[in-house]
């Protein structure tokens, strides 16, 4: 540990700690990236901090002016920290089916919150804060969806910081939301391993957020380029939550729900190795810890039970 | 050849509203043809006139997206698990 000037200049840097009840074997081995130990308690936190300075590096901001994001929480949460240190005020266009927990932080931070209906999820979150910035030109939207600078900050930090921590490394498995961190870490740990696997643990819902009313409101983001991942899966509720009460019963990790999935997606590539009996060093990304998703019920009674409470909900 | 096959919400004023339903093919593409005989316009809501899956729409084949397994040409065992979803925002 160091010293730093300010909390935001503690960004980053996070520890990588190995799994060793959880690796299936000596030679098949499973290292977790402990991202919640960033300044807001998430990996979103680099994102942020990148964005917000590419844009005033562009001179899209000075103090005053008022950022607008769509976000399902944590990156709403970052930017807000961070907004309220530099002066900006922050708009967040949040589905209403997010926990109690992000509401609370959002608006401790100073964060003002739109809500958008939970039938409609993310995409529609997206498409109300675009709504709202083309008819108020005065709104900076940052668009994790698409800003670069989202990517960029994984590229030079969260891949690098892997690979210096683990030059052995065969597979890199991190959640698919943004795309940010599979584009940019991927991106970078692919130019120096080439033989590396990476791969995307998406999260699937409850059916309540797919409704859509047809599939062309259907959304990619913009960073997504697929020609970067190995594979990718769909982790549903009851194996997210099965594995995030495993990282914390066997390794002692309070994590989120979606480090659940991603841990899913780590053990099935673990397995894989296993199978085919060759060695593996496979790094993972705990995105968040689960204090945030302590009112969801996902910590609480049985598996089948938590799996109940969180349906309808976004829980990534 | 049995293979189970989740469809979403949107998509099930196709199937008479069933949530679930069951069809054969050695390959993804033979399954979504076999599919489209019983649930007529179903194939032109997944897959596009250039015969490639639409751009909004995800395949996985026991949870792993089609795209990255052969896409409509991914092959299929009896027993395998098809679910269909719209692409959705995280973050």
Redesign the interface.
Known sequence: MARFNSLIDSLGGTPLVGLPRLSPSPDVRLWAKLEDRNPTGSI?DRAALYMIEAAEKDGRLEPGVTLLE???G??GISLAMVARQRGYDLICVMPENTSRERRQLLEMYGARIVSSPAAG???Q??AMAKAMVAQNPQLVMLY??GNEANARAHYEGTGPEILADLPTITHFVA????T?TLMGAGRYLREKVPSIQIV?A????G?L?????????????ELYD?TV????????PLEALRRTRELVEQEGIFAGISSGAILHAALAMAGKALDAGVPAEIALVVCDGGWKYLSTGAYAGTLEEAEAALEGQLW? | MAIEVRI????RSHTGGAKTVEGSGDTLGALIDDLDGQYGGLKG?LVTDEGAL?????V?VN???V???GALDTALEDGDSV?V???????
């Open positions: 979103k769509p976000t399902s944590n990156t999820g993310s995409n979150a997206v994790q969806y959640g698919l939301g943004t940010g995307a998406e999260p699937r819902y059916e957020v797919y409704g859509l009313r047809n599939i062309d409101e259907g959304f990619v983001p697929d991942l190995t594979t990718r899966f769909s982790v549903g990534a | 979403p919400t949107i998509l809501r639409h751009r909004f729409v995800n996985y949870d792993e997206d795209r990255f397994t679910t979803l719209p692409a959705v925002a995280g973050g």
